[in-house]
């Protein structure tokens, strides 16, 4: 996992191929199916394109479009190991309904029906990396089907400067305001995936409970649940809050941020402020990953988790198929 880390970088010089490119119908509307670490990227573009017209499904089936919706669009089937059931679902009904269909994958399943019914499909580099440390082989085979120029060009100057190694000691940080705590990650909601790519690190990396939630809409319900008394202090008692903080962003979020952390250490609840630093909503996404990543490597360490594996989710996905 840390040399995953190390790699990050490399990962975002990654030249995606379209094979059966002849195939691809372009359109300006993409759904991405995707499950789990599979959609990450798609949740990244969505905050880095805010105007990109994508939508995100993460079920069996198609999301529930307008004809016209499905006419028009793209259907992106994005699973790393292509063996993800709820993913192959979804192609066979994009198929039944005559959608304009891709596949983005290491191998597996969706590689061998992309190639069985001529779709377009990239094949991602197949590492031995987990699918949640892919996110930037993901990000670049996205943006290949997508068009986006201009962030691919972003990318390209942002992953020449992103040192992973730099954020190791940030990482180290957190993991030690973290150890025996349960996280709760909060963030504006415009970095919401931030904050939930943070949580599933800790949650698969360092396999530990943890939660995410964005401000404002936390402000009227979730923060309520910390307003503690003396009875109720033992059911928080072992919860710690990283906040997300843009100092640059000019929006009322940053102030509900700083207002909510003196409310909640004033009710003796942890919160250490991370910055998230960058020129760009992408630069800022991918610095605050590395963090992220050596600060649930290093709390897996803490605990002594081989933060790798995810054995839970192996044995589940046998069960359920
Ligand atoms: C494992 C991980 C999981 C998988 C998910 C879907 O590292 O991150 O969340 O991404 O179970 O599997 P794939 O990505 O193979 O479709």
Redesign the pocket.
Known sequence: MKTAILNFSKQLAYQPVIEQKKNLNKKKQFIVL?????HLAADLLQEVAPNLPLTIHSDYGLPAVSTTTLRDSLIIA???????EE?IDGFHEARKKKAALAVIAVGGKLIELAKKHRVPYIELPNTGI????ALGFSLVALLAFTGQTAIQKELKIVSQKLKPAAFKLAGKKVARFLQNRIPVIYTAEQYKSIAYNWK?KLN?NTKIPAFYNCVPELNHNEMNGFDIVESTRHLSSSMSFVFLVDRTDLSKNKKRLQILKTLYEARGLPVLQVELNGKSVLEKALRSLLVADWASVYLADYYGIDPEP?PL?EEF?RLVG
């Open positions: 995707g499950m789990g670490g599979s994005s699973s790393y190991s292509g063996n993800t993913v987990q699918p949640r440390s599933i698969e995810v989710v996905k």
